[in-house]
C-alpha cells in the first residue's frame, strides 16, 4: 500500500475540492469586494448578447443599463462587460462558477477592470453579483447573492463551506457600500 505523505494530504484535499466544483475563488469580504471593483453599480439587464472576442472565443456580452452608479460609471449610463463563455449556435463554452444573467433582471454588480482581450468578470464571480429583489405587496427592496457552484477557499487556502445564499435588506446594503467607498476614499 502506497502511504500519501502528511504534509501533502490537506493539498489533496483542497485539489479534490477544486475539481469537484471547477472553479476556485478566494472568499472576499466586503471591503475587499469594493476595493477590487472598477465599477459597481445597480441597474437592469437589458440584453444578454453572445458572440466571438477579437481571437474567436466565445464571449457573453451582458448590457446593463444603470439605476445608480457607485464607482466607475454613473447613473443613466449603460454599461457593458463580457463574460468568457456561452452559447453560440451549436457551439457552447463555459467557466463552473460563472455567474450568467437574463434580459429584465435587476443587479447590483461589482466589476473587475476589463482585460486586454475586453473581458470583465464580477468581483469574485458570484460575490460580485447581488440580485434585486421587490416584495410585491410592500414593494421593499432585497438582495441575494450566491456563489454559485465553486469551491472556495480563505486567504491561507483553507477550503471553507461554500456560503448559503444570502439576502440582504437593499438599504442596508446600499449604506454600507457608501459608507466603505467613502473610508476607502480617505
Request: net charge negative.
Amino acid at each position: 500500500m502506497r502511504r500519501v505523505p502528511l504534509l501533502l494530504a490537506p493539498l489533496g484535499v483542497i485539489l479534490l475540492a477544486a475539481l469537484a466544483a471547477g472553479t476556485s475563488v478566494v472568499r472576499l469580504d466586503f471591503e475587499e469586494l469594493v476595493a477590487h471593483a472598477a465599477a459597481i453599480l445597480e441597474g437592469r439587464v437589458v440584453a444578454v448578447q453572445p458572440g466571438l472576442d477579437g481571437r474567436g472565443m466565445i464571449v457573453t456580452r451582458v448590457t446593463v443599463v444603470a439605476e445608480a452608479g457607485f464607482k466607475g460609471v454613473g447613473g443613466g449610463q449603460t454599461f457593458e462587460f463580457a463574460l468568457p463563455g456561452g452559447e453560440l449556435g451549436d457551439l457552447g463554452t463555459g467557466v463552473a462558477g460563472m455567474p450568467r444573467f437574463a434580459t429584465g433582471e435587476d443587479v447590483l454588480l461589482f466589476v473587475t477592470e476589463e482585460t486586454e482581450r475586453g473581458i470583465a468578470l464580477p468581483v469574485g464571480l458570484g460575490q460580485g453579483v447581488w440580485r434585486v429583489q421587490r416584495d410585491p405587496i410592500t414593494g421593499a427592496k432585497t438582495v441575494e447573492r450566491s456563489f454559485g457552484d465553486v469551491a472556495v477557499f480563505d486567504r491561507a487556502g483553507q477550503a471553507v463551506p461554500t456560503p448559503v445564499p444570502e439576502s440582504v435588506d437593499h438599504a442596508v446594503l446600499i449604506e454600507r457600500l457608501q459608507q466603505v467607498l467613502a473610508e476607502q476614499a480617505r
